[in-house]
């Protein structure tokens, strides 16, 4: 295998790691009992105190209660960029397209995943910067 197939590779394996990762966060949102790390991912929210402030204190096995409907509208744009779903799957749909419609497609796929890539974390370091610390939609 060329060195372009096997980053071609990893990147695959990369994204469908994170629609996994993002998809048991998710589940543990609908089911409404989520621990720190999993809560951290999907609303973007790092303090522990902010999120112990927003959505109550755990239980004593370190579960947060939330509804669905919470969790979406305290989300911050790091929260929506680390954990959308749909982010990840047009990533997986990129790397799908450049694969069986290109001469190289090792090679596009990773100029389309790194150009995505770019656009998010782009986004989610303008939004540290400037210091954003109000949810999506209130």
């Keep these: 295998m060329g060195a372009f197939t096997n980053v071609y590779l990893l990147l695959l394996l990369f994204y469908v790691g994170a629609v996994f990762a993002s998809g048991r966060c998710w589940l543990g949102v609908w ?3 989520i621990r720190f790390a999993q809560l951290r991912d999907v609303t973007g929210i790092a303090d522990r105190a902010a999120l112990r402030r927003l959505f109550g204190l755990t239980s004593r096995e370190g579960f947060f209660r939330v509804t669905i409907a919470e969790v979406v ?13 749909p982010v990840h799957c047009l990533f997986l749909l990129a790397l799908a397209w450049a694969a069986m419609h290109a001469a190289e497609p090792a090679a596009l796929a990773i100029a389309c995943a790194a150009s995505a890539h770019a656009i998010v974390l782009g986004t989610a370091a303008a939004s540290i910067l400037v210091g954003r610390s109000q949810a999506l939609t209130d």
């Design 31 to 33: 089911r409404g009992s």
């Design 73 to 85: 509208r305290r989300r911050r744009l790091a929260g929506a960029i680390l954990t959308d779903l």
